[in-house]
């Protein structure tokens, strides 16, 4: 907390300093109101006192500078003695409070208090936003490989367009949720985002949660329950493993989609919602579809621009920045200052495997975080099946030994190749080439042994 005294007489000054001081501000003076102006421009003041009647100013007309200068001052007047037709036109202006000298310390304490709870508050809503908007926008769209290129394309097309369907398929813990806020963030609509998964209901349950029930549709509908669809509105619903819904719910899902008009249970009223569909699943659904199990029109009637979220292992050095995003991410929440990755550290993120896609990044951080303390991340600190690995060994730069360039890249992709078991999709996303170019290498040198 940074405080500003303008007062022009001095037992004021060192009064106020003093107290301030203790309380654990950091505190600048001044005898003039241009004296003040020129402090608060770089020192940008949390809480200003300042005189109501300054050597070259009245201090009233510095409320309004000082407010705009640093945003967020509070700004408390003081004076010899309270007239009220001062004291309201300062308070008119912005001023917080309005003191009498000499000042009663235990006043100007209490009104402290609820200035700095006030500003805690502020920083912790901020920061709060701060993380919201990073998870909304960033977690899974951060990276520079190819795949994830085309999935950042296809978020702005789709916030672009807020009534095309948006089919989000991908592995468990690739970031689906994250990609539909963020569609439904950046394409600004009026109403909610509203969730359900479609696995951990009934079809009786589902129904209902999805349409509402009017009350005494069945035995325990005691009242009217709105459905999500109409608490959704002008907003977004989002159906999470729509793989696993029943095809009767399949069914009237389509009839919404094509009619936007739908009837609670029990129900005998057509009801309106203009909802943007999302969903998500980590089944194939085409073949879900031939076995019968999800109805072929409603498909293609959400396929129309569909997303396919790249699995972690397959997006190259996307997986050092995104472990870099969950350092810092993590590490602010857990008041921690940025702590680097040890580069063998760094070998061994790319090299494994990631079952649990950028989920499980963000769990080994989190671990290797706690476990590092204050010091930088090191390979002890990451779980056994990772620290376990072989990372893909970097050629000695001996400068007594120089080769050309070609002989030094044809070992590193030997060598990488070697790490993936010859797996040459994981291969060319941690070189950093596409799969063809890979090939076209592979055929220019000599037959791997």
Not at 189 to 216: D, R, Y
């Amino acid at each position: 907390m940074r405080a500003l005294v303008i007062d022009r007489a001095d037992r004021t000054r060192v009064q106020l300093c003093g107290f301030l001081r203790d309380r654990g501000y950091e505190v600048v003076t001044a005898d003039t109101g241009s004296g003040g102006m020129r402090l608060a421009k770089d020192f940008s003041p949390t809480v200003a006192f300042v005189d109501q009647q300054l050597l070259d100013a009245e201090g009233v007309r510095l409320i309004t500078p000082l407010t705009d200068q640093a945003a967020g001052t509070r700004v408390m007047m003081m004076a010899d003695s309270v007239e009220l037709d001062k004291a309201v036109h300062a308070m008119k202006h912005g001023a917080e409070y309005y003191f009498a000298k000499p000042l009663d310390l235990d006043q100007v304490g209490m009104i402290l208090d609820g200035v700095e709870a006030l500003q805690q508050s502020s920083r912790e809503t901020a920061h709060a936003q701060r993380l919201d908007r990073r998870r909304a926008h960033s977690t899974p769209t951060i990276g520079e490989s190819p795949q994830i290129i085309r999935v950042q394309r296809l978020v702005k097309l789709l916030a672009q367009n807020p009534t095309t369907p948006v089919l989000i398929m991908g592995e468990s813990g690739s970031g689906k949720e994250l990609v539909a806020r963020s569609i439904h963030e950046l394409s600004q609509v009026s109403g909610p985002l509203v969730e359900i998964n479609c696995a951990s209901l009934s079809e009786t349950l589902l129904e209902s949660e999805l349409f509402g029930h009017e009350k005494g549709a069945f035995t325990d509908a005691k009242t009217l329950k709105k459905g999500l669809f109409e608490i959704a509105a002008d907003g977004t619903i989002f159906f999470d493993e729509l793989g696993e819904m029943p095809l009767a719910i399949q069914a009237k899902l389509l009839k919404v989609l094509d009619t936007q008009f739908f009837r609670r249970v029990g129900g005998v009223n057509d009801l309106k919602s203009s909802a943007r569909f999302m969903a998500a699943t980590n089944r194939d659904l085409p073949l879900l579809v031939r076995e019968g199990k999800f109805r072929e029109d409603l498909y293609y009637r959400i396929n129309v621009l569909p997303i396919k979220l790249p699995s972690l292992r397959e997006r190259g050095r996307d997986i050092l920045l995104l472990a870099d995003y969950y350092v810092r991410l993590v590490g602010d929440s857990m008041g921690r200052s940025y702590t680097r990755l040890d580069p063998v550290v760094e070998d061994l993120l790319l090299v494994y495997m990631w079952p649990g896609n950028v989920r499980e990044l963000r769990n080994v951080i989190e671990r290797a975080l706690i476990l590092a303390g204050s010091g930088p991340i090191a390979p002890e600190h990451l779980p056994s099946d990772i620290r376990g690995l072989h990372p893909v060994e970097k050629s000695p730069g001996e400068t007594g030994n120089l080769r050309p360039l070609c002989q030094v890249e044809e070992e590193y992709i030997r060598q990488v190749l070697h790490a993936t078991n010859d797996n040459h999709s994981r291969t060319a996303s941690i070189l950093g080439i596409s799969r063809s170019t890979l090939l076209a290498k592979l055929k220019k040198i000599s037959p791997l042994s």
